[in-house]
């Protein structure tokens, strides 16, 4: 019905810089916020940064600074920019959004979180 498909992940080495990808596609009624989060092992998921429909946008302190949340509402994409990557910043990256689509029924259904499946970045020599 809905997908969010993340990419751009991979081995980055430290100092190193990447951009993820997210795009949503399916029989989407609206798409408000988007985010990322990350999940490294054996931590909990932690919001990275996120972004309105409108552009406003919001960073986690450990990212601020070297991070930039973008998106393209025509494309129904988002995207997290990150430079100087530290191997802390090694994690499974998963997108977020806030979105409503039509069911098999054409019924809409709302989700205040939408998940990707995650896409694994690893910092490393």
């Known amino acids: 019905q809905v997908q969010l498909v993340e990419s751009g992940g991979g081995l980055v080495q430290p100092g190193g810089s990447l951009r993820l990808s997210c795009a949503a596609s399916g029989r989407i009624l609206s798409l408000d916020a988007m985010g990322w989060y990350r999940q490294a092992p054996g931590k909990e998921r932690e919001l990275v940064a996120s972004?309105?429909?409108?552009?406003?946008?919001n960073y986690a302190d450990a990212v601020k600074g070297r991070s930039t949340i973008s998106r393209d509402n025509a494309e129904r994409t988002v995207y997290l920019h990150m430079t100087t990557l530290k191997p802390e910043d090694t994690a499974v990256y998963y997108c977020?959004?806030?979105?409503?689509?039509?069911?098999?029924?054409?019924?809409?259904?709302?989700?205040?979180?939408?998940w990707g499946q995650g896409t694994l970045v690893t910092v490393s020599p």
């Open positions: 972004i309105t429909r409108d552009g406003k946008t």
């Open positions: 977020d959004a806030q979105l409503c689509y039509y069911d098999t029924q054409d019924t809409p259904i709302c989700h205040r979180d939408y």
